[in-house]
């Protein structure tokens, strides 16, 4: 459906506009018209009909569709990095079980090279192979000096008795100890 052009009076020529499609016919008359619009009025054209407003808008959907694309991606990476940390760490806990378990029923455990008093209790030890629910004051042997990261931990032993129903039963605990929180105990002579 085509809409009446209306016109518009000029002192010399008469110029139609079509209002619905924005765009202007020249009489043949006119001295300005040419077969091929300028560039000035083709940008006018574009102005017109929204294209700036698309363009920025159609650029600022691809610079969030690319940031949500690269963040999803970053998210996956670090979750599966996170999980594979996980299984290293279980997989180091059951090592480090296995090993104890030896220690344990080699008698190594119990064969210690010297005994230290526990002087300090740091708040965050608490990983898989510390030395757990000791306090200050504890007396322990001293099975392995200078492991774990920088040499500076000691591994090992405390002695528990658990009194039962059964009677008394020893119980031996192994793990690393900074150096730090531990004062050697000299033998006397």
């Not at 119990?110 to 306090?135: A, S």
Request: glycine share 8%; net charge positive.
């Amino acid at each position: 459906m085509r809409c009446k052009p209306k016109t518009i009076s000029n002192t010399q020529n008469r110029v139609p506009i079509y209002n619905q499609y924005s765009r202007q016919i020249h009489d043949g008359s006119s001295p300005t018209s040419s077969s091929a619009p300028t560039f000035r009025e083709r940008l006018a054209i574009l102005r017109r009909n929204g294209t700036p407003e698309i363009t920025i808008g159609l650029l600022i959907l691809s610079v969030v569709g690319i940031d949500y694309a690269l963040q999803t991606r970053t998210d996956n990476q670090r979750d599966d990095m996170y999980r594979e940390l996980e299984r290293e760490v279980r997989k180091d806990e059951e090592k480090t079980r296995i090993e104890d378990r030896r220690m344990l029923n080699n008698g190594t455990a119990t064969k210690y090279k010297f005994q230290c008093i526990i002087r300090k209790v740091p708040q965050t030890f608490d990983g898989h192979k510390c030395l757990k629910d000791v306090k200050e004051g504890d007396i322990v042997g001293v099975i392995e000096e200078g492991v774990g990261p920088g040499g500076q931990y000691n591994l090992c032993s405390i002695e528990r008795t658990k009194i039962s129903k059964e009677g008394d039963k020893k119980e031996v605990s192994i793990g690393w100890f900074p150096c730090s929180c531990l004062q050697k105990i000299e033998k006397k002579q």
